[in-house]
Antibody, heavy 121, light 106 residues
């Protein structure tokens, strides 16, 4: 079955860290760019970060640049998002999604169900 | 940054009726525009890309049109499963999403 499954969300204090994972199955993971998109409670969608199929190119929204790091392990078919210096405004459901191209086409044809990150003291 | 706006914020439609959703970009995105459907508690689902191409498995009642800064998603005859929030997204530059249009039952 073609699917993405996120994990690693939870409650963290401001300035804390968290690492999200996204396990992919049912497609050739290494041949597609991948991204993270987040959705704050009751709000719309916000692109966070992207990575090419090889992992050689990474991209970040200004709101997370310098704090978040995207990576992937193609041998494990897994995408990661290391989140440091977390802020209250980072609270959101984080989705991983599959791009339609090896580098980035920047539209996404497969999404996971999301993992909730809550930043609060 | 390209800012996307959508109208209306909420659209009340009866089953079987036609729904027309609008999306506007703050600058030209040529045809680099996608539409997604999101139901409560679910992940978004790609409906349309390149402004007018239906994604795999998307019914023909969904159609997209437009280019430049003005785009439209049309659902020709609303089915019960189509009541959801719809987002447009440009990918001519760093990706950005519109705020969404909620389609609910009239």
């Amino acid at each position: 079955e073609v699917q993405l499954l996120e994990s690693g969300g939870g409650l963290v204090q401001p300035r804390g860290s968290l690492r999200l994972s996204c396990a992919a199955s049912g497609f050739t993971f290494s041949t597609y760019a991948m991204i993270w998109v987040r959705q704050a409670p009751g709000k719309g969608l916000e692109w966070v970060s992207g990575i090419s199929g090889s992992g050689g190119r990474t991209y970040y929204a200004d709101s997370v640049k310098g704090r978040f790091t995207i990576s992937r392990d193609n041998s494990k078919n897994t995408l990661y998002l290391q989140m440091n210096s977390l802020r209250v405004e980072d609270t959101a459901v984080y989705y991983c999604a599959k791009d339609t191209a090896l580098v980035t086409a920047w539209y996404f044809d497969l999404w996971g169900r999301g993992t909730l990150v809550t930043v609060s003291s | 940054e390209i800012v996307m706006t959508q109208s209306p914020a909420t659209l009340s439609v009866s089953p079987g009726e036609r729904a027309t959703l609008s999306c506007r970009a703050s600058q030209s995105v040529t045809s680099n525009l996608a539409w997604y459907q999101q139901k409560p508690g679910q992940a978004p689902r790609l409906l349309i890309y390149d402004a007018s191409t239906r994604a795999t498995g998307i019914p023909a009642r969904f159609s997209g049109s437009g280019s430049g800064t003005e785009f439209t998603l049309t659902i020709s005859s609303l089915q019960s499963e189509d009541f959801a929030v719809y987002y447009c997204q440009q990918y001519n530059n760093w990706p950005s999403f519109g705020p969404g249009t909620k389609v609910d039952i009239k």
